[in-house]
């Protein structure tokens, strides 16, 4: 097997029943029945999770028997246990993720194994500790699937081939591994746009969405971005707290082009006074312009969150009858366990906190004093989807009916002199990540109904474990829906009477697919659970039922004591460049003119945080009309305009540079004319940007006795409030990676993982000569010296240390040296780490460049609390001008970084990189 490979797997899948069972009876086929697939994950984009297929009915569902199952781990050993996978169908043909980020396509009929996609970095994955991914979408002549190192891949349909995989982080800045974030759901396809979100709230992350074209380039200019930038607003107070993110499906309504999703809680989850006020657009439900990235409208479903519930179900949008009027509705439920209404097009509140479990009572935490609340912080209605049924106008939620004992935490000595670091994870409480069982309670589930036309629940029934998976209706009035017992459930929708039971022997976590081929109607899901609830986690398997398959079903699965949720951290990987293009020799000069002084802007919750700016393309200073150019990577959908401009809607809340380039001048002019090919090489050959940078006030330079300039001034945005102060980000670990004769080992990366949270980091590869770097988190919450932390070293697709690593000291709150030989097999050695004084910092740093080159200080500060800065230049910019630029760098100092502090020099850059914002004011300075 190839480390990007191709999996032609032979083997024959295991198979339920007799021979006999692959025929379905008679009376189920049809020929006038046409072939019905389920297209994503809740089958359209609106996610109502309803299908029109009507030949499985209450008259003979107890005919219904399991027809195949594919267990993955009797393919491949290797596979990870448990599955949260939401079976996708077309064309005959089944699609299915396992928890590895492994993609499959199976016969829809047999579960013949037609192909397998497996990523790159093996190795690398089997360090993550348990892990989900839930399932794919398919568009426009692709299968795209998100991988857990933030990484969207793009495959072929028929053959499995990788087409393309790009980093997300290309196109939203900071979006990487190592910094928290992951990917663990599937993207949803509307419009011929692919929208991701991401998980990783719980690690201070800043929750976004963004929107890409099917050729993976991106649709917006800009991520929306759901919370403030860092450092700013209610996060000011310390690096874990953020949150707010999209970790689940959005939801597109076809008829308006709207995208609405959910948003996770604000972090610390369970800590608000690191955090306070009422965290907006934390906990919430957005509607955004799936065209343009633009906010409508927003609405908080929970403010003052203190026990981590998030509004993390996906949203539903559909028609449907409201106090006897017919309206478009947009609805979620949340994990408190109470379900909300609003008008799709304005988002004013239908209906309001109607419950959908039968305890939501949780008060306020208390530092050192258990509270019982009711859900425990699992839900409620956790990433359990929903389902609306157009004939009875009920919504149908499948809801874990939780509790648990929560203990808020108290700071230590250490965190309150340390504050926090990046991976220094702090929660918020004492007793585990999602709290402690509550003496004399079960978790159970249940799955009810509300009649959107009243705003009531009309029926329930209860479930012996909680609901995860989410339910799916038919055109025929049932409803199915997998419970952490292991048991399928049909059911009347109008009445909520169950109507069929099957135990399929492991648990469930994801919803049932309904398709039809050739005339017969299956019903697919996944099983093997989630570890997080029912105890789950224990296979890998996809089962698929028909009418007069086999009845016999499976030995129920051992519910055993809970265990621990060991979320993954993954690793960004680097991208093939592209072939370098040829063109001819240019003619005259290209520029591309863009306007100065965007001056960064306080964030609004209640605003897109844009600011729509134009640019000009020029030759020869003449405009150049019907240019196509790109912005950061975003295609502007207009043609340069006569006067040569174009419009952008630049991000005014953060510092930097958005690059412009020329894309495609196959229809430009100027002076009316087509373009030789000399002037397209010119413009090809142009490059602009719009810069946004922190207003520069009171700037004055003077020459000082020794020949010395020193430099002085001020840094605020429009409001007149300084940028966030530096503060420490995390540590530095570094080393070489040997084999066992010593030489050096390329490519090998290095992962380390704290225990108290399990925060994954991941090396760059080892280089040539087996060198790596990496952030790593030096801390943990006991404040214990040393601190423990795993590592393992995955190589190609050996993974050193497995999904638990080397227990391995290190000096606490200290940057780090550590040296690892690779042995045979599996073994390794870890040479005892060295720490050394130092760590990454954070912060704004204002520079300067003469005569078109950086000029390096020979001393700098930090903008301090106030934005004042100082700079000492050497004396050769002296009769010059001088252009200011600022970069919000993340940089190594070897001494104690802090607002109006020295700035450690070493790692000044030579020249400024293409998202360094530059040229915001000039100075001239005196001879």
């Known amino acids: 097997m190839t480390r990007r490979a191709l999996w032609r797997v032979c083997a024959i899948v295991v198979v339920a029943g007799s021979a006999g069972v692959l025929l379905a009876s008679a009376g189920a086929r049809s020929a006038a029945v046409p072939n019905v697939g389920w297209g994503g994950f809740g089958n359209t984009p609106d996610e109502n999770r309803h299908s029109p297929l009507t030949t499985i009915t209450s008259g003979n569902v107890d005919q219904l028997g399991r027809l195949f199952t594919v267990d993955f781990r009797q393919i491949d050993s290797t596979v990870r246990r448990g599955e949260q996978s939401y079976p ?223 509004t993390a179900q996906p949203p539903l949008v559909y028609t449907a009858k409201v106090g006897g009027k017919t309206r478009r509705v947009v609805s979620v439920a949340t994990m408190e366990g109470v379900w909300f209404a609003y008008d799709a097009a304005t988002g004013l509140p239908i209906y309001q906190r109607v419950k959908v479990i039968d305890r939501t009572e949780h008060p306020a935490l208390q530092p050192g004093k258990p509270v019982a609340v009711f859900p425990s912080s699992i839900g409620g209605l956790n990433y359990s989807p929903a389902s609306f049924d157009p004939k009875t106008g009920y919504v149908l939620n499948a809801a874990a009916e939780t509790a648990a004992i929560d203990v808020q935490s108290r700071l230590t000595p250490t965190q309150k002199k340390q504050k926090f670091t990046l991976g220094d994870v702090f929660l918020g409480l004492t007793n585990g990540d999602f709290g402690s069982v509550l003496p004399g309670w079960h978790d159970h589930g249940s799955i009810s109904a509300i009649d959107v036309n009243t705003g009531r629940r009309v029926w329930k029934f209860t479930t012996p474990e909680p609901e995860r998976g989410g339910v799916t209706t038919t055109d025929s009035g049932l409803g199915f829906a997998g419970d952490g017992d292991g048991v399928l459930r049909a059911f009347d929708v109008k009445t909520g009477k169950v109507l069929w039971t099957f135990q399929t022997g492991a648990q469930i976590a994801s919803g049932p697919s309904l398709y039809s081929v050739d005339g017969t109607e299956y019903l697919a899901i996944t099983v093997g659970g989630t570890p997080t609830s029912s105890n789950g986690g224990t296979a890998s398997q996809l089962q698929v039922f028909a009418l007069g398959a086999s009845q016999k079903q499976s030995a129920p699965p051992i519910l055993a004591a809970a265990r621990t949720y060991a979320p993954a951290r993954p690793v960004a990987r680097p991208h093939t460049a592209a072939a370098p293009v040829h063109r001819a020799a240019p003619v005259g000069f290209g520029t591309i003119a863009a306007p100065a002084g965007l001056v960064v802007q306080p964030w609004n919750a209640d605003s897109s945080n844009v600011k729509t700016v134009s640019g000009r393309v020029l030759w020869n200073g003449a405009p150049v009309a019907g240019a196509r150019v790109v912005v950061d990577g975003y295609a502007v959908p207009q043609a340069t305009a006569k006067d040569g401009s174009f419009p952008y809607d630049v991000d005014i809340t953060l510092a930097g540079r958005h690059r412009v380039t020329v894309a495609s001048l196959a229809h430009a002019t100027v002076h009316g004319r087509p373009l030789t090919a000399g002037q397209q090489s010119a413009l090809h050959a142009a490059a602009g940007g719009f810069s946004v940078g922190y207003g520069l006030r009171g700037v004055t330079a003077k020459v000082r006795g020794d020949g010395s300039v020193l430099v002085t001034g001020r840094v605020a945005d429009t409001a007149g409030t300084a940028p966030p102060t530096v503060r420490l980000l995390t540590y530095r670990l570094s080393g070489t990676v040997t084999d066992a004769a010593g030489k050096p080992v390329q490519g090998a990366v290095v992962i380390t993982r704290t225990l108290d949270r399990d925060f994954w980091t991941h090396s760059s590869p080892s280089d040539a000569n087996g060198r790596f770097t990496s952030f790593y988190a030096a801390s943990d919450e006991t404040g214990a010296n040393p601190v423990t932390l795993s590592v393992g070293v995955a190589n190609g697709n050996i993974s050193y240390g497995g999904t638990l690593g080397t227990n391995t000291p290190f000096a606490a709150l200290k940057s780090a040296t550590m040296n690892i030989q690779l042995g045979s097999g599996t073994s390794y050695t870890i040479q005892k780490p060295t720490s050394y004084a130092g760590a990454v910092y954070s912060g704004l740093v204002v520079g300067v460049t003469a005569g078109g080159k950086v000029v390096k200080p020979l001393a700098e500060t930090w903008p301090d609390a106030k934005g004042r800065f100082t700079m000492t230049l050497p004396a050769s910019v002296r009769g010059k001008t001088l252009h200011f630029w600022e970069n919000l760098r993340q940089s190594f100092s070897s001494f104690p970084a802090r607002p109006g502090g020295a700035v450690d020099l070493g790692s000044w850059p030579a020249q400024l990189g293409p998202a360094v914002a530059a040229g915001l004011a000039a100075l001239p300075v005196p001879r």
Not at 204 to 212: E, K, L, N, T
Not at 250 to 277: C, E, H, K, M, Q
């Open 88 to 310: 996708v169908e077309a064309n005959g043909t089944l699609y299915v993720t396992t928890n590895d980020d492994n993609v499959w396509a199976l016969d829809a009929t047999t579960g013949k194994v037609k192909w397998r996609w497996t990523p790159s970095d093996v190795a690398v994955f089997r360090n993550y500790g348990i892990v989900a991914n839930r399932g794919v979408a398919l568009c426009d002549g692709h299968v795209f699937v998100l991988t857990l190192n933030m990484d969207i891949v793009s495959l072929d349909p028929a053959t499995g081939q990788l087409q393309r995989e790009v980093a997300i982080a290309k196109a939203v800045p900071g979006a990487s591994s190592n910094y928290g974030y992951s990917e663990t759901s599937a993207p949803i396809c509307a419009d011929h746009r692919l929208i991701v979100g991401a998980a990783g709230s719980e690690y201070g992350v800043r929750g976004f969405v963004m929107a890409y074209h099917t050729d993976l380039t991106p649709a917006w200019p800009n991520p929306f971005w759901t919370i403030p930038p860092a450092g700013t607003e209610w996060r000011r107070l310390g690096t874990l707290v953020g949150g707010g993110v999209v970790w689940t499906p959005t939801t597109v309504d076809p008829t308006t082009n709207t995208l609405y999703f959910g948003t996770g809680s604000a972090t610390p989850l369970y800590f608000p006074s690191i955090r306070p006020g009422s965290n907006p657009r934390a906990d919430s439900l957005i509607a955004v312009n799936l065209a343009t990235g633009r906010m409508k409208w927003w609405q908080q479903q929970m403010a003052f969150n203190e026990w981590s519930y998030d």
